[in-house]
T-cell receptor, first 111, second 112 residues
Framework: EAQVTQNPRYLITVTGKKLTVTCSQNMNHEYMSWYRQDPGLGLRQIYYSMNVEVTDKGDVPEGYKVSRKEKRNFPLILESPSPNQTSLYFC??????????FGPGTRLTVL | DAKTTQPNSMESNEEEPVHLPCNHSTISGTDYIHWYRQLPSQGPEYVIHGLTSNVNNRMASLAIAEDRKSSTLILHRATLRDAAVYYCILKAWGGATNKLIFGTGTLLAVQP
């Protein structure tokens, strides 16, 4: 079954404690993205990747890092999380401009 | 990317057709009209997309106005499982980021 998986699904952490949210897709897609969803602001792109070792900033990249060492994985790294990064995070992948496949989401709370 | 306007919410009865409108008066010639939906506690899910002609798939139909300044997503027989937020998104073909710009969408409630 074609899918995008994210882990963990829920995470509560404290300010400054480094964390990684993993994302994996099994469709051999070249493109992957991270979005965050906040009430009243919709989904906003954080980072995207066009292929292995090719990444670039989206609209709200501050405070985040990504890496793309393998085609299937695109982890999101928060080196020093802050409360304003409390949000719902979605990973997405796609091969062309038609259909993007989204993961189930990771709800992050930073205290 | 051009902006879209959708009603904040709509209601439907189960097994009746639902027409979800979207206005996009500033659409450009290269913009495709995409629809995604987000079920409660899930990630967005692709529904349908089109450029100029009406489109049908197993989930829905997309009716595009002749001037392309508006479109309508049609769910032929709403089920309780169709209760979700529906997003109408304009996106040019290709582009480095391929990002989707989500607005606030239409919250569809389906009554049994």
């Amino acid at each position: 079954e074609a899918q995008v998986t994210q882990n963990p699904r829920y995470l509560i952490t404290v300010t400054g404690k480094k964390l990684t949210v993993t994302c994996s897709q099994n469709m051999n897609h070249e493109y992957m993205s991270w979005y965050r969803q906040d009430p009243g602001l919709g989904l906003r792109q954080i980072y995207y990747s066009m292929n292995v070792e090719v990444t670039d900033k989206g609209d709200v990249p501050e405070g985040y890092k990504v890496s793309r060492k393998e085609k299937r994985n695109f982890p999101l790294i928060l080196e020093s999380p802050s409360p304003n990064q409390t949000s719902l995070y979605f990973c997405a992948s796609h091969q062309n401009s038609d259909t993007q496949y989204f993961g189930p989401g990771t709800r992050l709370t930073v205290l | 990317d051009a902006k879209t306007t959708q009603p904040n919410s709509m209601e439907s009865n189960e097994e009746e057709p639902v027409h979800l409108p979207c206005n996009h008066s500033t659409i450009s010639g290269t913009d495709y009209i995409h629809w995604y939906r987000q079920l409660p506690s899930q990630g967005p899910e692709y529904v349908i997309h089109g450029l100029t002609s009406n489109v049908n798939n197993r989930m829905a139909s997309l009716a595009i106005a002749e001037d392309r300044k508006s479109s309508t997503l049609i769910l032929h027989r709403a089920t309780l499982r169709d209760a979700a937020v529906y997003y109408c998104i304009l996106k040019a073909w290709g582009g480095a980021t391929n990002k989707l710009i989500f607005g606030t969408g239409t919250l569809l409630a389906v009554q049994p």
